[in-house]
Every structure is written in structure tokens, then in C-alpha cells.
């Protein structure tokens, strides 16, 4: 059953878990799938840094520090070679950057003081991220009548259409929720940011091969790829291999403050 106090310790996760999520979903709707991987690629830069300072893990040793440097110069040559960044996208592209180190380091500090078992985590994540969408979808979204309506004629119209994808989407969310989660709690939260990255060469891959846009260019992929085999050579040197190295710290410094940035942080979400 749930807990109260256990939904109160758990929303700044689930709260910064939210606004990266509709973030990420704005930059791909407003440009492209490579654009994505490129601003997701750049985030285990700064997450190293703030994770050093915060949960004091290991500063990363040279090697690691030329991978995330080939992140960096892949994603400088994707921008340079691609110009199809719109002005409606920057200022999410900008938040998402932002909000995911900060992501990274609080989910993990929250997953590994819970002490909650592996689909509890999944259950608390879950409960309290649905709460936000539900309201600001209602509205921001389904506002006025005529949108509801809008939304119930289209249902109706097709509903084996929209319900198929959409349960299909909830049980891939389910199942990335579990994985994530648990492995947050066993590995740092810059070789995380990295294993996120790693998996976008599959998305580069069905990207080009299902033909979603017109960026084909083959300089454009080379630098794409290079983030990603530079996001590889990270974890490859990293020491502990990933695994994280963090001191076990006090688990309430810190909580007021991080429920506050979050409860701000999801109303700048939904005024943007």
C-alpha cells in the first residue's frame, strides 16, 4: 500500500523525472531524433562535475575525461554540419541540459535512501509523475470543451488505433521504468547519463533506416556517432567501470530544498 510520507520523499525523483520526460518529448517534436541524441550525448559532462560535488563520487581520470571531450566534439560537429535547430526548440534544448545532470544526481541520491524493493520503486515513480501530467494535461491541454470533445470524437473514431499503440507504450514505460530505477541504485549517475547515450546508436540506426526525416547527411551521422563511441570510451575507463563509488551520506540534508527546485522547476515546465 502506499505511504504518505514515502510519496513525500519520493516526489522530487518522480517530479524531476516528469519535467525531463516532457522536455526530451518537446525537443524531438520540434526538431529531430539526431538533435536529441547530440543534447543527450552533452549531458554526462556536467553531471560528472556536479556528481563529484554532491555525492563526491571519484573525479573521472583522463581517459574518461577524452571521452566525454569526444562527446563534446561530436555534438559541436553535429551542430555545425546541422542547422535545423528551430528557435521554438532552444529554450527546451537549454532546460533539458539544465535539468538532467541535476536528474541524474537527485533520482539516484532518492533511489538508493528509500528503501523501497525493486517495483516499489517503480510504483512510488510512477504514482507521483502521474499525478502532474494528469493536471496540467487537464489544464493546459483539455482546457475548453471543445478540446475534450475533440479528443473523445478522435477516440471513438479509432479506437483500436489509439489503444493499441498506447498500451503498448505503457507496458514499454513500465518495463524502462523497472530497469532504470534499479539500475540507478547500482551504478553512478554519470555512467547512467553515458548508458543512456550508448543505447542512441539503435535510435540513429531505425531512425535512418525508417526514414523519419530528411537528415541524411553523412557527416551529420559521423558525429553523431563519434558522441556515442566517446560516451563508450567513458565507460570504459571510468573507474569502478561505472559502478558507483559514492559515500553512504545522510539521506534528509537536503530534502526541503530539493522538493522546493522541483515544485518550481514543474511550474516553469508548464508555463513554457
Given amino acids: 500500500a502506499l505511504e504518505f510520507h514515502r510519496l513525500v520523499h519520493f516526489f522530487p525523483a518522480a517530479g524531476m523525472f516528469f519535467m525531463t520526460i516532457t522536455a526530451g518529448n518537446v525537443v524531438v517534436s520540434t526538431s529531430n531524433v539526431d538533435t536529441f541524441i547530440v543534447m543527450r550525448s552533452v549531458v554526462p559532462i556536467p553531471c560528472a562535475i556536479l556528481e563529484a560535488i554532491v555525492l563526491k563520487e571519484p573525479c573521472p581520470a583522463k581517459r574518461s575525461w577524452l571521452g566525454l571531450i569526444v562527446v563534446l566534439l561530436g555534438a559541436m560537429g553535429y551542430c555545425i554540419t546541422n542547422s535545423e535547430l528551430s528557435a521554438n526548440s532552444k529554450v527546451w534544448v537549454w532546460l533539458y541540459l539544465v535539468l538532467m545532470p541535476f536528474d541524474g544526481v537527485l533520482i539516484r541520491k532518492i533511489v538508493t535512501t528509500s528503501g523501497l524493493q525493486p517495483w516499489g520503486l517503480v510504483l512510488y515513480n510512477n504514482t507521483c509523475a502521474v499525478l502532474p501530467a494528469i493536471i496540467f494535461s487537464s489544464a493546459l491541454e483539455l482546457f475548453s470543451p471543445s478540446e475534450r470533445g475533440e479528443m473523445a470524437s478522435r477516440i471513438a473514431a479509432l479506437p483500436m488505433k489509439i489503444a493499441v499503440p498506447a498500451l503498448l507504450a505503457c507496458i514499454g514505460s513500465l518495463a524502462m521504468s523497472y530497469f532504470q530505477l534499479n539500475v540507478r541504485r547500482a551504478i553512478s549517475s554519470t555512467a547512467f547519463a553515458v548508458l543512456g547515450v550508448a543505447n542512441k546508436v539503435f535510435a540513429v540506426l531505425l531512425n535512418q533506416l ?7 547527411d553523412l557527416r551529420s ?5 563519434a558522441s556515442i563511441l566517446g560516451a563508450l570510451l567513458f565507460q570504459q575507463s571510468v573507474k569502478g567501470k561505472g559502478i558507483s563509488q559514492a559515500p553512504q551520506v545522510d539521506s534528509t540534508k537536503g530534502q526541503l ?15 513554457l
Avoid at 221 to 225: G, K, N, P, W
Avoid at 257 to 271: E, M, S
Wanted: glycine share 8%; with cysteine.
Fill in 257 to 271: 530544498r530539493a522538493r522546493i527546485f522541483v515544485g518550481v522547476g514543474i511550474l516553469a515546465a508548464a508555463y
Fill in 210 to 216: 525508417a526514414q523519419l526525416d530528411t537528415n541524411s
Fill in 221 to 225: 551521422i559521423a558525429c553523431v556517432l
